[in-house]
């Protein structure tokens, strides 16, 4: 699915680039040698940052009490 229609970023794209370390769309755009243009992705960049920092921040945790 097309994330940002004016760099035809897909959903693919910009989670290879949040796995990359990318924690925002600039970063998200560079990471693919690109710049914010419009700006109406950034919303949905930001959600998808936020729904896979949040899982990795709930898998680290669950690490942490295994280990315990
Ligand atoms: S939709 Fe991403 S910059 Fe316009």
């Known amino acids: 699915m097309i994330v940002c229609v004016c760099r035809a970023l ?31 992705c950034s919303e949905t960049v930001c959600g998808m940052i936020r729904e896979q920092s949040c899982s990795g921040g709930y898998d680290d945790a669950r690490q942490l009490v295994a280990a315990e």
């Open 10 to 40: 897909t959903t693919s794209k910009v989670n290879d680039a949040i796995a990359a370390g990318a924690r925002s769309p600039a970063q998200v755009h560079r990471h693919h040698e690109t710049t914010i243009n419009c700006g109406k």
